[in-house]
């Protein structure tokens, strides 16, 4: 059973560019989900992803914006990098909406 | 807005002693989740309990969901060093397709 994979582990971008991160969610889960946690904060829910459909979304501009693909695998995008936006992306899969998370390593992206 | 506040923040504790943290949402839960992150980690998944009053048991660690499923609790019996890291709760709301995580208590245990 592959578990849940995010690349690039650690990203470093300039203010205003645009970011891709990629996750691979684990065997046999239909969901994934994505959240942004700050140093020494929880994670902040972005949003889901159900069958290739955004099945809710959090407090978050639409700037952020993510994809799933028919092999379940998920794409978040930000544009226009804001300062703020350094943290650790986590990416998360499971088996449906309401089913416990698996989370991959994180990318660490930060913003100059 | 929805907040899933836990408490305390943080904990120190010596080893063979009880912890325990408290996780209260302003609106009702669907479910709620317990997770624990290691530093320099990501969260892993501990349990999920779904009924209102439900209490559920794992060794040491035994978890509560209030009867209102707004509050739950993880406790943890006769601590060790193994058990260092932070606890999230963590659920779906009913109001909204959100899923929501707690501030965190993060536990420190002095052997």
């Known amino acids: 059973e592959t578990g849940v994979t995010q690349s690039p582990t650690h990203l470093i971008k300039t203010r205003g560019q645009q970011v891709t991160l990629r996750c691979s969610s684990q065997s046999g889960h239909n969901t994934v989900s994505w959240y942004q946690q700050a140093l020494g904060q929880g994670p902040q829910f972005i949003f889901q992803?159900?069958?290739?459909?955004?099945?809710g979304r959090g407090n978050f501009p639409p700037r952020f914006s993510g994809l799933q693909f028919p092999n379940y695998s998920s794409e978040l995008n930000v544009n226009a990098l804001e300062l703020d936006d350094s943290a650790l992306y986590l990416c998360?899969?499971?088996?449906?909406?309401?089913?416990?998370?698996?989370f991959g390593n994180g990318t660490r992206l930060t913003v100059t | 807005g929805q907040q899933v506040m836990q408490i305390p923040q943080y904990q120190h504790v010596q080893e063979g002693e009880d912890f325990t943290t408290y996780c209260n949402s302003s609106?009702?839960?669907?479910?709620i989740q317990w997770y624990k992150q290691r530093p320099g980690g990501h969260p892993v998944f501990l349990i999920q309990?779904?009924?209102?009053?439900e209490v559920k048991k794992q060794k040491r660690l035994t978890f509560q969901f209030g009867e209102a499923k707004k509050n739950s609790s993880l406790h943890i019996t006769a601590t060790q060093t193994t058990d260092v890291g932070t606890y999230f709760c963590?659920?779906?709301?009913?109001?909204?397709?959100?899923?929501?995580f707690g501030t965190g208590t993060s536990l420190t245990v002095i052997p």
């Open positions: 992803y159900y069958r290739e459909e955004e099945n």
């Open positions: 963590a659920g779906y709301s009913n109001t909204g397709n959100q899923f929501y």
């Open positions: 309990l779904v009924k209102s009053g």
């Open positions: 998360a899969s499971s088996v449906d909406r309401n089913s416990p998370l698996h």
């Open positions: 609106t009702t839960l669907s479910n």
